[in-house]
């Protein structure tokens, strides 16, 4: 069996293309989750049961930074430019550069900033990034072949694309 590899210095987290994250918090420092359920059920009277699509493809990241870290100075300079102008929208890329999981988002905003705490100890700062035409694979660590990796990441896309109709709807 061969052995797989996980380190938390490899999962890299783009603005734009612009800046790469860093400074995490100990502990969970990158949450990707989907803000509602792609498929529903709905059972009728009589027990026959409905399945559900909802389109919403909108998903939301949170980014844990430690006080001291200088993305914070960026992203607080990102969420005052959106605040007065309305334009704080930009790509937004996770990967785990060690393995196969990888998130894209064509658009991402700054939803919500942190509360800012201080104590006699080094605290933490939650963002909130809101997404949309975005696409997520969820990989192992483990060595893949060209072949799977490339389906894996061409599958990841698909709902993307369908949005610009560039694929069957």
Known sequence: MALKTYSPQDILVSIAGLHTVQG??????????????????????????????NKDEGYKVDLTLAQ?????????????VDIATKAGKYPL??????????????????????????SNGMETRTWTFA???????????????AIESTLLAATSFLPVLTDFGIFGR
């Open 24 to 53: 995490y918090a100990d502990g969970t420092f990158v949450r990707i989750y989907r803000e509602s359920a792609p498929f529903g059920m709905r059972r009728a009277m009589d027990g026959s049961v409905e399945r559900l699509f």
């Open 131 to 145: 997404c949309t035409q975005a696409g997520l694979l969820i990989g192992g660590n483990g060595d893949v072949a």
């Open 93 to 118: 890329l996770i990967r785990d550069m060690r393995g196969q999981t990888s998130f894209f988002a064509g658009t991402a905003w700054i939803e919500d900033i942190p509360e800012v705490v201080f």
């Open 68 to 80: 001291s870290s200088e993305t914070n100075n960026i992203l607080s300079a990102i969420h005052n």
